[in-house]
Structure formats: structure tokens, C-alpha cells
């Protein structure tokens, strides 16, 4: 079946700093990439779309110039948290899309801002 | 407004016992639906994955129906176990390479 691998799964950070999450499709192919945020004991929040060799596509209300997305493959996309903030921790996950098994998702990364 | 609804929001059944998770969603012109499991702190683990022309999937002791016309799909759990505990989450996509529009997840718990 088709493997997301995310990257790290879990990291503390200084308010103030950068983190980047990788995300990868290890046997497949994805034009698409979509990250999300999760508070606890809620579902997942669609952050972003983001597509190979273009400019992502944010969701209403997300900051695009706080939270970067680079898609520089087929099998990577990137997310940087800029100028991270105690606000910004939550638990973030990616995906990717194949026609034969819908989407697959990362073990996603945990992220808290001291 | 596309929306996903899953009840009940929380499930505690006693192990052994089969049961019945429910999705609706607003607009039934769906390109597919997808369960998803997810266990506390982790991501999310695609379970079946029914497209729009199909009627139903079957993985193991899980079975997922599809009934566009009304806009339910159902996920059956036979034979519950304590690891079948975590939250269920169903999905469903408007478009090839669309963003999923998820329900809120049903919290499951099952009792030794």
C-alpha cells in the first residue's frame, strides 16, 4: 500500500524559532500534498494544499507567510512554522493522494513551543 | 455547504459485541468515502476506501456500505476487541485530487 513518511514526529521548539516538517510518499508519486492541524479531541483542520512545483493553497485564515510550504517533488512537501509561538503548538499531519488507495497519511508531528 | 456528520460522537461497548458507526454527508455527489482510525497522539489509518460506484468494502471484521441516494455510509465492526479502541474518522471527497471533508470521528472504547 501507499507510505507516508513524516518527519519529526515529534519536536520542542523556543517561541520565536523556525521548525520545518518534511513529509514524503515513499512508493508513490503525489502531484497534492495536504497538511492539517489538530487540537485535541477535535478533527483534523485542512491548513493547506500543496502542489508540485507551485505555489500552495492556503485555507481561509491561515497565515501563508507564518506557516511555509514547499512541494519541491514528487515525494516531498515541506512545512515551516515561522517565528514559532507558544499558540502554534498542536499536532500536525500530512497526506497525499493516489487514485488507488485515497489518502494516505503521516504518523504526523507533535510540535510544542516553549 | 458540503458537511460530514458522524454519530454517535462517543461509543462504550463490551468486547465481543458488533456495532454499527455512522457518516452522512450533506451533498451525495461524492468522488469516494474513506474510514479512517486514529489512536491518541498518532495519525490517521486509512481502514477502506469506497468509491463512488461502489456499494460497500470489506477489510477483515470491518465492512463499509455506501448509499449515495440518502447520503449515509456505514462502518460494522464484528466481533469488537479492546484494541479496536480509538476514534473513527469517515471522509469524503468531492473531486480526483479534492481535499477530504472529514466528520468529527466517533470515539470508540471497547471493555474487556
Known amino acids: 500500500g501507499a507510505v507516508v513518511s513524516q518527519h519529526p514526529s515529534w519536536v520542542i521548539c523556543k517561541s520565536g524559532t523556525s521548525v520545518k516538517i518534511e513529509c514524503r510518499s515513499l512508493?508513490?508519486?503525489?502531484?497534492?500534498m495536504f497538511w492539517y492541524r489538530q487540537f485535541p479531541k477535535q478533527s483534523l483542520m485542512l491548513m493547506a494544499t500543496s502542489n508540485e512545483g507551485s505555489k500552495a493553497t492556503y485555507e481561509q485564515g491561515v497565515e501563508k507567510d507564518k506557516f511555509l510550504i514547499n512541494h519541491a517533488s514528487l515525494t516531498l512537501s515541506t512545512l515551516t512554522v515561522t517565528s514559532a509561538h507558544p499558540e502554534d503548538s498542536s499536532f500536525y499531519i500530512c497526506?497525499?493522494?493516489?487514485?488507488?488507495?485515497?489518502?494516505?497519511f503521516g504518523s504526523g508531528t507533535r510540535l510544542t513551543v516553549v | 455547504k458540503q458537511e460530514v456528520t458522524q454519530i454517535p460522537a462517543a461509543l462504550s461497548v463490551p468486547e465481543g459485541e458488533n456495532l454499527v458507526l455512522n457518516c452522512s454527508f450533506t451533498?451525495?455527489?461524492?468522488?469516494?468515502l474513506q474510514w479512517f482510525r486514529q489512536d491518541p497522539g498518532k495519525g490517521l489509518t486509512s481502514l477502506l476506501l469506497i468509491q463512488s460506484s461502489q456499494r460497500e468494502q470489506t477489510s477483515g471484521r470491518l465492512n463499509a456500505s455506501l448509499d449515495k441516494s440518502s447520503g449515509r455510509s456505514t462502518l460494522y465492526i464484528a466481533a469488537s476487541q479492546p484494541g479496536d479502541s480509538a476514534t473513527y474518522l469517515c471522509a469524503v471527497r468531492y473531486n480526483q485530487g479534492g481535499k477530504l471533508i472529514f466528520g468529527q470521528g466517533t470515539e470508540l472504547s471497547v471493555k474487556p
Open positions: 512508493d508513490f508519486q503525489a502531484t497534492t
Open positions: 451533498d451525495s455527489a461524492i468522488y469516494n
Open positions: 497526506s497525499a493522494s493516489s487514485d488507488s488507495y485515497g489518502y494516505t
